[in-house]
């Protein structure tokens, strides 16, 4: 009988053990719907939580601003929901540091119909890497909810807009980056972009 407990017990302890990597492993939300816990506010800029909603708009100095994660994420695979409000300019930085509001690394473009929303711009370096063709552009729905995807592996690089392929992109420098996730707010004021369902899987 005592050797019965002792085994179920061990089955028990295993599989909890597993259940903890496969979860540590999995996806994680980054964005808890309540706060801003886990995050870090660069700039000037209005970063606030409205009915469960993540919401960026420009403040008093209308300059950029950025709200990065604390942690650093070198391979992984991001999915996320965005809203612009107003004129929509953002983005997302990935393998990103910060300097006060001077970013280092790269962004997925998120901005306004007609302005290449899914392609890597590489900030304070050598400016646009990749543009989507054009015509993918009519999968952005202004002022609704849009589905985004990021998946960073290695060099490697691709964006998906609303279920589309935006860029599939192949890059040295980017191999060799470390740093955040970072969302963007663009300076010039006037701005107001909402997000939601922020989740990061580790690969």
Not at 131 to 156: Q, T
Request: aromatic share 10%; glycine share 14%; with cysteine.
């Amino acid at each position: 009988m005592m050797k019965t407990i002792v085994k179920s017990g061990s089955l028990v302890l295993a599989v909890a053990v597993l259940l903890s990597c496969a979860s540590s492993s999995g996806e994680k939300e980054l964005f808890n719907g309540e706060d801003l816990s886990g995050w870090t506010i660069y700039g000037t800029e209005k970063w606030y939580v409205e009915d469960g909603i993540l919401v960026s708009e420009s403040g008093p100095d209308a300059e950029y601003g950025y709200l990065g994660t604390e942690e650093n994420y070198k391979d992984f695979e991001l999915t996320a929901q965005f809203k612009q409000d107003q004129d929509g300019n953002s983005g997302i930085f990935f393998r990103s540091t910060f300097e006060g509001t001077k970013v280092s690394g790269w962004q997925v473009e998120v901005a306004p119909p007609g302005n290449d929303t899914g392609g890597i711009y590489e900030s304070y370096g050598r400016g646009w890497l990749i543009k989507p063709d054009p015509e993918k552009d009519k999968n952005l729905k202004f002022g609704e909810w849009n589905d985004i995807k990021i998946r960073v592996e290695g060099d490697h690089v691709t964006t998906w807009l609303n279920g589309v392929e935006m860029v599939d992109y192949t890059d040295e420098k980017i191999g060799e980056g470390e740093g955040q996730i970072a969302l963007q707010i663009h300076s010039g004021g006037g701005l107001k972009i909402s997000w939601r369902d922020i989740k990061v899987k580790t690969l």
